[in-house]
């Protein structure tokens, strides 16, 4: 193991792009911090750091021979190897180097209570959340302690529950790392969880709060019912409360003797219980940061929050892994003998025979089709609930452990219903409705059909094309399956930050050029194959200098620009280091040997010159223009509007407009400037011309124009005008899909009406 690399990082020194050495949480702590967001500060112990204990302890071999042979479907046996690696791992000699590293680091954070966190370097990610299954240790206080938590991360890197999900998602057990950042605790008077849209039925115009007194771990655990508190997005107003109330709240333990817990349950006071946890200027004030982050983000963010005295923290964020479209218009409603009610956690109905299930040590007594029952569920239960017809608990709001993983299995889910395990008995046939958060006695038929657990989609045809925007392969097989028509765009960069990790350049020095493009090429083919013969448009890498910085050997080859969005990026680069590009060209040839549904597309193209050069070099790689073989140009600069005859007139087949960018661009404004958010708007006046030119000239020249970006989903206005100029297809996130198609259908059916569409 090289001990030259970095076995401890700050905060500050990673952002989003840093998940191979910080994992998901760290990076996206650096992140929020560089952004200004008020992030209590820490420090990360490295995935390189757990790489180079285990190898140093020599545990993979044994490691590997525990997981041999499991499968996950027998829950006894997976507990059994999980204990036995587990055992293996905090029993593991700590590497000094990795020991004294982290107590530096401790002490120049300032010593004191600190969290200490679990970072999968795969979790976080738009399909994969990992939340919940490694762990979390708060209130450690000491070098020691520090110690000990940090090799207990380590160690649940092999929890039952975080096995099981690995098999379950195809994810390859050694290339799963753990990186774990320690923060400095807030010792929280109030704390909950938001969502950017409501979890329950994705509408994005929602910021949903919840909060309890105390530390927020009461909250995720779902052992209290939170508060929950519904923002209106749009315009910032407070559209509905529910006030719960609340017995206890968890603090930190005052009393830190020798095997004392570092937090307590206590009581609160009679008056308290069944007061309002924030107020309504927390509440907005809450909401501002949820919406500023994603903003950032561009994605639905699941946010950890806290507040002490007066002031609020942002804890953590991760992408809302759970954003599939769910039809809420025409939500059934069922007649029949109510016995429980709770919180609608995820829509859906079915029937099935109870089984209370009172610990994860008693999941294997669930069968298939059954509905599962407890108090409250953990990670340790997820086996299980991936078996049941539907879910209820006890306890816990939207945002408890049982309301997100029901959300990701699509289960129907009530939760908070009080006395579930009281009041219903095993082998009980009951109906759980999870629209209206409703369980029913015996078996109640779905108003809208027979056998219908989730919402039907209708299948809408459009000539206007709907692609997506994609760049992880893990998500290819789900996403590929559903009603798109391609890849609209196909980002390198998150290939290259998470499958990578290494400066091209710093791979060419080293003679390693060929394993870049090898990496490259398996990861693109992924999407080739998954979505053939439908198109794949693969957007040539587009890194700013500071994304690049973090890669392994970035800053041996990158300057610090003052501002990277209009720095060297883009097709300059390629005229500037066409060696770099020849890796990618050589990755897209090696592809299309097997699939040419593979096309390229072009960033930031600043000149006319420069696309001409980059065109040719793909040329004399034998990448021409032929009937499958196509070249676009994004179209992101004003640059590109005014001279779009000229660009398309080099010989390119179509654009597709960086909407994001280009507004950015037109209207000098810096989208993740909170004081300037607002200003930044698709359909601003000067916008829509630059947009209307761009696609007029591409219809009138008989090339195709198309938008990647939220814009045509989230305004039905915007998206009317781009289908009457003409657009030949719009590309949008997987959640959008179904949304945008429904919403172009509608304005075509305007259109060959003759009249204007109101959606």
Known sequence: MDTGKKLVVWFEEVDRHAIGIAGGKGANLGELLREKIPVPNGFIVTADSYVYFAESAGLNKPIQVFLSGVDGSDSERLQEVSDNIKQLVVSAPMPPAIADAVRQAYRKLGGGRVAVRSSATAEDLPDASFAGQQRTYLNVSGEEEVLTALQGCWASLFEARAIFYRIQHGFDHFKVNIAVPVQKMVQSDVSGVMFTLDPLTNDRSKI????????GESIVSGEITPDLYVVNSENMTIADRQVHPQEWHLIAN?????????????????????????????????????????????????????????????????????????????????????????????????????????????IHKLKQGEVLVAEMTTPDYVPAMKKAAAIITDKGGRTAHAAIVSRELGIPCVVGTSRATETLAD????????????????QLADPRGPALPTPIRRKVTTKTRVYVNLADPDLVERVAAMS?????????????????????????????????TDKLAAS??????????????????????NEYRNLRGGREY???????????????????EPEVLNLEIEALKKVRESYNNL????????????????????????????????????????????????????????????SNDLTQLVLGVDRDNGKLAEKFDERNEAVAIALERLIKA????????????????????LTEKLVRWGITSVSVSPDMIDHTRQLVADVEASIAKGGHSHS
């Open 427 to 442: 082998g009980q046939l009951v109906t759980v409705d999870g629209f209206n958060g409703k369980v029913f006695q015996g």
């Open 524 to 545: 693109l083919e992924v999407f080739a194959r998954g979505f053939y013969p439908r198109p794949v448009v693969y957007r040539t890498t587009d890194f700013k200098t």
């Open 599 to 658: 096309y390229v597309m072009i960033p930031f193209v600043r000149t006319v010159g420069e696309l001409t050069t980059t065109k040719l070099h793909l040329e004399a790689a034998g990448l021409r223009k032929s009937d499958d073989f196509k070249l676009w140009m994004m179209a992101e600069i004003p640059a590109n509007v005014f001279l779009i005859d000229q660009f398309i007139a080099t010989g390119i087949d179509g654009i597709s407009i960086g």
């Open 254 to 362: 005052p009393d830190r003797r020798d095997g004392a817990d570092p937090n307590i349950k206590v009581p609160l006071p009679f008056t308290k219980q069944s007061s309002a946890k924030l107020s309504d200027g927390d509440i907005i004030a809450l909401a501002r940061e949820a919406k500023k982050i994603e903003n950032h983000y561009q994605f639905p963010q699941d946010i950890e929050w806290a507040r002490q005295g007066r002031n609020l923290f942002i804890l953590q964020s991760r992408p809302v892994t759970t954003t599939e479209n769910k039809v809420t218009e025409d939500i059934p409603h069922l007649q029949g003998t109510v016995l429980l009610e709770g919180v609608a956690a995820c829509p859906g109905i079915a029937s099935g025979m109870v089984k209370i299930v009172s610990s994860p040590s008693q």
């Open 208 to 215: 949903i709060i919840e909060a309890v007194y105390g530390l």
């Open 558 to 576: 990158e300057e610090q620009e003052e501002n990277p969005m209009i720095g060297y990026r883009g097709a300059s680069r390629y005229n500037a």
């Open 484 to 516: 798109c028509d391609g890849v609209g765009l196909l980002r390198a960069e998150f290939i290259i930050a998470h499958n990578i990790r290494e400066h091209p350049r710093f791979m060419l020095k080293q003679n390693r050029g060929a394993k870049f």
């Open 698 to 717: 591409c219809t009138s020249k008989g090339v195709t124009a198309s938008i990647c970006g939220q814009a045509p989903s989230v305004y039905p206005e």
